[in-house]
């Protein structure tokens, strides 16, 4: 597996090209998105760049887990074949001004409650799939708002490309892997335990009687394709955010 930094030195991946792009911190849910583009894709390229054009809150961007070497490594054991890790100057250089807004989409939820979220996230990723031209994308569903945002962009671009959507891994508590997850101390972990059981429910008002306690930014139900319970908690200084697929097998 090679580690490649500039975009000059990524060449064209032979065959069919998968992207994955992350921000590292790599967990098992990473690794579930790097082995279906494993499964489908002759090239898999993992794209780990933390987008400080997505982040709205600096305290949240300079706690962001940054370890390269162990991202390497895990990306490495479920068999991609390149790993992407650019520095910001080699994203955005000095003079950078385009930027993509997809704009209703963006609006509620983690738009809301994040300005220029969205903004940050849709051009990070135009970029990335002009960089690396890949014929699949995979995205996990946690972020389900980020997929409807991400499958508007390709379509409303007329971009060459198929998004996949990756069922959520969770711990076996239920709590949905994250890279911010390893910020949670033991008590706020158990709190923060409370939306996994809340979203479960699948009814809106059972779950903010479920999160009374906690912090709440939102708990909505969302249009998307399909449509979701979604939620944003913030656990001591951690914001965490989660949904559950509604009537699928109707
Ligand atoms: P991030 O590095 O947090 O920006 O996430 C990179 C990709 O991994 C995004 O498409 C996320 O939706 C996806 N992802 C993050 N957490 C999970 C999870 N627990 N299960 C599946 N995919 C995930």
Redesign the pocket.
Known sequence: MKVVRRIAELHAGAGIVGLV?????LHA??Q??IAAARAECDTVVVSVFVNAAQFDDDSDLAAYPRDEARDVELAAAVGADVVFAPSAAEMYPPGYQTWVEVEELSRGLEGEHRPGHFRGVATVCLKLFNIVRPQFAY??Q??AQ?VAVIRRLVGDLNLDLTVRS?T??RDPDGL????RNVRLSAEERALALALPRALATRDADAARVLLAGLDVDYVELADFDPPVLAAAVRVGSTRLIDNVILEEER
Do not use: E, N, R
């Open positions: 792009p992350t921000m590292g911190g849910g990473h579930a998105l995205f996990g946690k972020d980020q990756i959520t891994v949905a892997l994250s890279s």
